[in-house]
């Protein structure tokens, strides 16, 4: 069993930054991908950026060169730091991971609770 516990998540004005955090606990056996999706009032969940476990990254068009993400393999957390911020970021962003199942080639999604950002005007 792996569970993700998410923090940073706030209220931030327009411009400024935010870095929300999540890590992961419980039986571990490793982890693929890790990364962050988020969704607006009224609108689609995207992903906004992914992270493998060697470390390379992709990001949704509407946050490239604003947000980064990174990860500690060895913490098994990952971190989103977001630049720029725009009321349009406005959303809750859920952390997820795949779980590499032990003896298995195949991954467990797992899901955070989720963690309200707010970017006001």
């Known amino acids: 069993q792996v569970q993700l516990v998410e923090s940073g998540g706030g209220l931030v004005q327009a411009g400024g930054s935010l870095r929300i955090s999540c890590g992961a606990s419980g039986s571990i056996f490793s982890i693929n991908r890790m990364g962050w999706y988020r969704q607006a009032p009224g609108k689609q969940r995207e992903l906004a950026a992914v992270?493998?476990?060697?470390?390379?990254?992709a990001y949704a068009d509407s946050v490239k060169g604003r947000f980064t993400i990174s990860r500690n393999n060895a913490k098994n957390t990952v971190s989103l730091q977001m630049n720029s911020l725009k009321p349009e970021d406005t959303a809750v962003y859920y952390c997820?991971?795949?779980?590499?199942?032990?003896?298995?080639?195949?991954?467990?999604?797992?899901w955070g609770q989720g963690t309200l950002v707010t970017v006001s005007s």
């Open positions: 992270v493998t476990s060697d470390g390379s990254t």
């Open positions: 997820y991971a795949e779980s590499v199942v032990e003896h298995t080639n195949r991954y467990l999604e797992v």
